[in-house]
Nanobody, 126 residues
Framework: QVQLVESGGGLVQAGGSLRLSCAAS????????MGWFRQAPGKEREFVAA????????RYADSVKGRFTISRDNDKNKVYLQMDSLKPEDTAVYYC???????????????????WGQGTQVTVSS
């Protein structure tokens, strides 16, 4: 019954910005850390960013730190990824994810992620 639905992807030129949204349902949203991952063509899925249950902690991949910002709104059951200064290498399908266990202090790449959305395409042109 867990559902994660991403939106906000699209085509943008290098240096531009996009904001991705993930609408969550089917679970107690405020109990879980949330994350964003991405997968480029021919490459493995990689960690992008994560936020813990009450947004007191965030974590970012080195490749996006300083450019991307993860946030959440527990009243709306949504998590966001604000992407600024986009580069062609950011082109990928972006996925929203929910951790398996509740209230992880600092979610990240080693967190057990249990549920995934269907993904939204982000394409950055040079």
């Amino acid at each position: 019954q867990v559902q994660l639905v991403e939106s906000g992807g699209g085509l943008v030129q290098a240096g531009g910005s996009l904001r991705l949204s993930c609408a969550a349902s089917g679970f107690s949203f405020s109990r879980y850390g949330m994350g964003w991952f991405r997968q480029a063509p021919g490459k493995e899925r990689e960690f992008v960013a994560a936020v813990n249950w009450n947004a007191s902690n965030t974590r970012y991949a080195d490749s996006v730190k300083g450019r991307f910002t993860i946030s959440r709104d527990n009243d709306k059951n949504k998590v966001y990824l604000q992407m600024d200064s986009l580069k062609p290498e950011d082109t990928a399908v972006y996925y929203c994810a929910r951790e398996k266990f509740t209230r992880t202090i600092l979610p990240g790449p080693s967190t057990t992620w249990a549920y995934w959305g269907q993904g939204t395409q982000v394409t950055v042109s040079s």
